[in-house]
Nanobody
Framework: QLQLVESGGGLVQPGGSLRLSCAAS????????IVWLRQAPGKEREGFSC????????NYADSVKGRFRLFRDSAKNTVYLQMNSLKAEDTAVYYC???????????????????WGQGTPVTVSS
């Protein structure tokens, strides 16, 4: 079965850190740029970061720039989202999605994706 599986979400205090994983099953992530999106309560889902196929470039929304970092582990067929200095406004369900564009080209989201994960919830609260 071809799918993406996110993991690593949970409850964390403000200022804390989490690392989310986006693992591919049945296909190789090396051919896809990976976008992370999130949907906060009562809001629309929005993309906030993208890592290109090469892993050499990544883009971030201003809201997460300097706090979040994307990186690939090709051996594990996984993309990681390292989230530091978390804030209450980061509370959301986090999704990863794969697009066959090989480069993010400055973008943090696309109109279409080839694969979606099921989402993992992140709650930032004291």
């Amino acid at each position: 079965q071809l799918q993406l599986v996110e993991s690593g979400g949970g409850l964390v205090q403000p200022g804390g850190s989490l690392r989310l994983s986006c693992a591919a099953s049945g296909f190789s992530l090396e051919y896809y740029s990976i976008v992370w999106l999130r949907q906060a309560p009562g809001k629309e889902r929005e993309g906030f970061s993208c890592i290109s196929v090469s892993g050499g470039s990544a883009n971030y929304a201003d809201s997460v720039k300097g706090r979040f970092r994307l990186f690939r582990d090709s051996a594990k067929n996984t993309v990681y989202l390292q989230m530091n200095s978390l804030k209450a406004e980061d509370t959301a369900v986090y999704y990863c999605a794969a697009t066959r564009y090989r480069d993010c080209s400055g973008r943090i989201s696309f109109n279409e994706y080839d694969y979606w994960g099921q989402g993992t919830p992140v709650t930032v609260s004291s």
